[in-house]
């Protein structure tokens, strides 16, 4: 089956700094998510992407869908605590019968004052 | 608006009893689906339903089933609990017309297995 690879695992940065994650995919989607989910809680809809090239923001947040189809990123600018968290990238595939996200591992982010 | 709610918040069972699950979507949404979270395998797709039909299943045993009610409402139910089932398990609902895949997901019901 469709297996997203999620890197790097985990990340401890600077309050301040910028942050990059990114998510490859064996195959092809046409929709790729980006969630972040804090302990205890389920994960919350950050940004959502329909077409390749497409570059999104949301506040600090960017993604991109990859030309390729097959990867996507997530940046984060100028972190500041909240932001602490995991972050899961989702790919799916309109059409068919096909309506499951497939998630990546996550990236564990910890946000030093 | 209200989000996805799921009840229980918290489970403990033991091996062999069955538990069921209870998701409430968001108003309007008429997608439900239900993953199942572990640190070791992180977020798999267990089903979705739409309209109290059933359109997708991931690769789980039979003892995990669902359904979905007319109000959208869905439960999920596993019996026969195994130790492994211990997970927290999410319910995302989504709105047909706005992006199937912008899935809104509930606070999840974190069950134990004992």
């Known amino acids: 089956g469709q297996q997203l690879n999620q890197s790097p695992q985990s990340m401890f940065i600077q309050e301040g700094e910028d942050v990059s994650m990114n998510c490859t995919s064996s195959s092809i989607f046409n929709t790729w998510l980006w969630y972040k989910q804090d302990p205890g809680e389920g994960p919350v809809l950050l940004i959502a992407?329909?077409?390749?090239?497409e570059l999104t923001s949301n506040g600090r947040l960017t993604a991109q869908f990859g030309i390729t189809r097959k990867d996507s990123f997530l940046n984060i600018s100028a972190s500041i605590p909240s932001d602490v968290g995991i972050y899961f990238c989702a790919g799916s595939n309109s059409g068919g019968s096909n309506y499951k996200l497939t998630f990546g591992k996550g990236t564990l982010l910890t946000v030093n004052p | 608006k209200a989000g996805v709610t799921q009840t229980p918040r918290y489970l403990i069972k033991t091996r062999g009893q069955q538990v069921t699950l209870s998701c409430s979507p968001i108003s309007g949404h008429r997608s439900v689906s239900w993953y199942q979270q572990t640190p070791g395998q992180g977020l798999q797709f267990l089903f979705e339903?739409?309209?109290?039909?059933?359109?997708n299943k991931g690769n789980f045993p039979g003892r995990f089933s669902g359904r979905q009610f007319s109000n959208s409402r869905s439960e999920m139910n596993v019996s026969t609990l195994e130790l492994g089932d211990s997970a927290l398990y999410l319910c995302?609902?989504?709105?047909?017309?706005?992006?199937?895949?912008?899935?809104?997901f509930g606070p999840g019901t974190r069950l134990t297995v004992t």
């Open positions: 995302a609902s989504s709105r047909p017309g706005q992006g199937i895949y912008e899935q809104y």
């Open positions: 339903y739409f309209s109290e039909t059933q359109r």
């Open positions: 992407l329909y077409k390749a090239g």
